[in-house]
């Protein structure tokens, strides 16, 4: 069995799990995300009939299954470094696959959801609603495929190279991907559900 090379950092509040620099990205990107939340509030304030009207119009149940595609998926993204950690690299790529295709099932339902709202006309210009939860919704789209890619990376060198694995740069990968996780559960509640 291979043996993980592992980068020996004091653990402390200058190097969390992912690393500094993964941190600094996530509350940037929080801030983002939090930033266009709060405005899409303050707009509902203008238009409140106009917003709840349309997020009637949004199917709360998948954005509830995508939730739970998420979450699933980061529940084994975290068995994934769990298993490293303690050298199971067999274990690990199991996980990291599952982990991936929770990733895969939201992007396919979100897909649905999307040519759905297309079909109906409720595109980005339809109205305020509609402009951020296109924003929104994308934005976050482009962020789990950024992270799949990631993943997909760490899969190859797993099944390629496992001598070759740094545990930081697992840990910096399952990082980036409970913010997707985070995001998401920030942006369910308010899109689906508050309007």
Known sequence: MSTIIQEHHSKNILYPPGGILMW????????????????MVLYSKDEPELFHQSRLQLNTSFGAINTLFLLVSGFFMALTVGALKINNIPKSKLYLKLTMFGGFLFL?????????????GLTMGYNTFFSFYWMLTLFHVIHVL??????????RTMIKKPEK???EDVEASATFWHMCDLIWLLLFPVIYLIF
């Open 24 to 39: 600094i990205i996530i509350y940037l990107e929080l801030i983002t995300f939090g930033a266009v939340l709060i405005a």
């Open 108 to 120: 396919g339902l979100k897909t649905v959801e999307y040519i759905d709202k297309i079909d109906a």
């Open 165 to 167: 694995l740094i545990i």
């Open 146 to 155: 950024v992270g799949l890619v990631i993943l997909a990376s760490v899969l």
